[in-house]
């Protein structure tokens, strides 16, 4: 799991060459739109799956059990359609913003979003057996500790090297949302599940857009 931003940087090397085509032919609205069509065609939309899950999950009455039988069930919610509607459409809007610099920003934005789901995972408590448990087990106990800097080094060097110090600041902003959904994840389903670390990515995708935006 440690070498998750690997992977992100990856994603939005593909991404951004990508968007870097579309928004050479189309409106920037278009492009935007098919870029992310583009990110979630690379993840499959596990992750995105998983944000809709954790928004059926907070609307739902009960026990963090019955609220994490909720987020397992294949129906979808109008808590979840909301939250998915909401995250996307931000982040649909906000890439159009950088066209000029559109490669390195997505490259950043998804070394963010995978390094928060390193974080989480580390910091975060297992609220149930399931995707998440293997994961959360990796990042356990001193070798535990040791994945996390590596992490933390691979994630540092990636956006330093793309956008030099303002890159430091998406990263800072993941840490600070992954922070903030493990406290509500915590209250509503008692720790982290597979859900939430999807959650997390996609959330802090659209974080870090948003925090580039006061430095660019």
């Known amino acids: 799991m440690y ?8 994603i939005g090397l593909v991404a951004g060459v990508v968007a870097l085509v579309l928004f050479h032919f189309f409106p920037s609205g278009v492009a935007s739109v098919l870029t ?12 995105t799956d998983g944000l809709l899950d954790f928004g059926d999950g907070l609307m739902a009455f009960g026990s963090p059990e019955e609220k994490i039988e909720i987020m397992r069930d294949k129906n979808l919610g109008v808590g979840g359609m909301v939250l998915g509607l909401l995250v996307i459409l931000a982040t649909v809007s906000l890439i159009p913003s ?23 995972s580390r910091f975060g408590k297992s609220a149930s057996e399931g995707l998440n448990s293997d994961f959360l087990e990796a990042m356990r106990g001193p070798l535990g500790n040791y994945r996390f800097i ?3 080094l691979i994630s540092i060097i990636l956006v ?10 998406p990263l800072i902003a993941g840490v600070v949302v992954t922070s903030f959904l493990i406290l509500v994840a915590r209250s509503h389903f008692g720790g982290v599940t597979g859900d939430v670390l999807g959650t997390v990515n996609e959330v802090t995708r659209m974080a870090s857009l948003l925090s580039l935006q006061l430095v660019i």
Do not use: D, Q, Y
């Open 160 to 169: 330093l090297l793309t956008l030099h110090l303002r890159g430091l600041v």
């Open 98 to 120: 950088f066209e000029f610099i559109v490669l390195e920003v997505l490259i950043v934005s998804e070394v963010s979003a995978k390094f928060s789901m390193v974080f989480g």
């Open 150 to 152: 590596i992490a933390t």
């Open 36 to 47: 992310v069509g583009t990110i979630f065609a690379i993840t499959g939309l596990h992750h």
């Open 3 to 10: 070498l998750f931003p690997l992977v992100g940087g990856f």
